[in-house]
């Protein structure tokens, strides 16, 4: 069993539309990562997100870490070519020391 | 910021070979690294901390014997496969972050090693 379910797993869209990839769990974290991996490459690190609620912008991705902090959504306003990647959420898993990776949701944009 | 260097980033190898792969933090020193497994098309799958001067700590179902891990000093960690099967073959990934474990702030990624077993 997955400690986080991302989805969706594969989305393919057209430049410029949007978008939205949600991370779900049913355990309480005191804060969220969100990565981009590019094929062949390490993730790299978008954001943070560390109070439940809170909103963070980076561009055009909107972060927004839930209420009760079990959640979290990525959502991107007119999607480009250079956004396609897999994009990974994150927690530190404090009882495990370690820090573990949502399923993925592969994006895809058409240009 | 800080920067983590995975070498090599491409090998091949035979089967039945052993194949060492190095995770440098090159600005900082980390007592902990994490190394990852990445099947193609899948998320990261953590195979084992990296803890130095001591023993690394091995996620259940990864060989400890068949991935060698060291982490002699504060800047380097190592993993071997040893004697490596084509099922083997995948992108290892190591992270790393200045200073101990604690939290998942900070924690930076090499740009991977994509290991293929002929």
């Known amino acids: 069993t997955q400690l986080l379910e991302q989805s969706p797993q594969f989305l393919s869209i057209q430049e410029g539309e949007n978008l939205t990839v949600y991370c779900n769990s049913s355990?309480?974290?005191?804060?969220l990562q969100w990565y981009r991996q590019e094929p062949g490459e390490g993730p790299v690190l978008l954001v943070t997100v560390v109070t439940g609620g809170e909103v963070k912008k980076l561009k055009r991705l909107t972060f927004q870490f839930g209420d009760a902090r079990k959640d979290s959504s990525l959502h991107i306003t007119a999607a480009q070519p250079g956004d396609t990647g897999l994009y990974l959420c994150a927690v530190w898993y404090s009882s495990a020391s370690k820090i573990i990776f949502g399923s993925g949701t592969r994006l895809s944009i058409r240009p | 910021g800080a920067v983590v260097s995975q070498h090599p980033s491409r090998v091949i190898c035979k089967s039945g070979t052993s194949v060492k792969i190095e995770c440098r933090s090159l600005d900082f020193q980390a007592t902990t690294m994490f190394w990852y497994r990445q099947f193609p098309k899948q998320s990261l799958m953590l195979m084992a901390t990296?803890?130095?001067?001591?023993?690394?700590?091995?996620e259940q179902g990864v060989e400890k014997d068949k991935f060698l891990i060291n982490h002699a000093s504060l800047t380097l960690s190592t993993l071997t496969v040893t004697s490596a099967h084509p099922e083997d073959s995948s992108f290892y990934i190591c992270?790393?972050?200045?200073?101990?474990?604690?939290?998942?702030?900070?924690?930076?990624f090499g740009s991977g090693t994509r290991l293929t077993v002929v």
């Open positions: 990296s803890n130095e001067g001591s023993k690394a700590t091995y």
């Open positions: 992270s790393a972050r200045e200073g101990g474990l604690g939290s998942s702030y900070g924690y930076t």
């Open positions: 355990s309480v974290f005191s804060s």
